[in-house]
């Protein structure tokens, strides 16, 4: 007998992640591909100018201009795509996406990959709304930066799994700066046998422990989501104790449709659907 197939389900980070989420939910309660969930679940986010860690209206770098990355994996196949210091597009994990179904690399940056957005149909857009114009003007007389990452693992009713993240990355960053969001392995990481995860927070540590691929490791080595994510962060914080005092937080969904999250923050807000709805977990509120 075949084994019985877990019902669809989606993680995603932070508060805006319930957005995400129910998005990426409807298209897996239509039948849909958890890849096609992923990336219907982050554009909603890449488009909203209220989030400004993402996409349209994220905080730009020192020079005042927007550059995004993101990445996407799928399950099944095991491919990938990503895009890094993408300017002028406001749906960058969908440009991802066609570097994984159109041309045969991993990742595309810069001039080449807004060149390579153009040709695939995408229109240049401004991304800078006056909101974040304005934050850039204050930032210029008062340091400070800070951001967050969309991540969503979404999980299929053929029990198949995808992941992605985007991200406008660190604000105020050097220009060229690029973190772990679109680095398969280290901002996420998928494999359909086991489960995926998604990293946030400060991108330069996340890459330095290729984040999501050990939380998928230890999830393989028998680590309920939640576990795989704790102790990610405990073996980041036992190389790097004064990574206590940043930002670094993890997702997980197994391919039996667990989640997980840890976090170096006492809060970490993320969502989760299931069929029966939408919950938010991980915050005081929740």
Known sequence: MNARKPEPAVIA???FGKAAAEAAGEVLRAGGRALDAVEAGINVVELDPKVTSVGYGGRPNAEGIVELDAAIMDGPSHNAGAVAALRNIRRPISVARKV???????MLADDGALRFAVLQGFPEEELLTPQSRLHWEEWRLKAGTTHDTIGLVALDADGNLAAGCST????????????????????????NDVGGAAATGVGEEIMKFCAGFLVVEFMRSGCAP???CRRTIARILAKTPANKDITMALIALSRDGQFGAASTRPEFPHAVWTPAGVQMRGSAES
């Open 226 to 228: 939640d576990e795989a």
């Open 168 to 191: 406008s990355g660190l604000a105020y960053k050097l220009p060229g700066r690029v973190g772990d969001s679109p680095i398969i392995g280290s901002g996420l990481y998928v494999d």
């Open 13 to 15: 980070t932070w508060k």
């Open 100 to 106: 994984m179904e159109q041309t045969p690399h991993v």
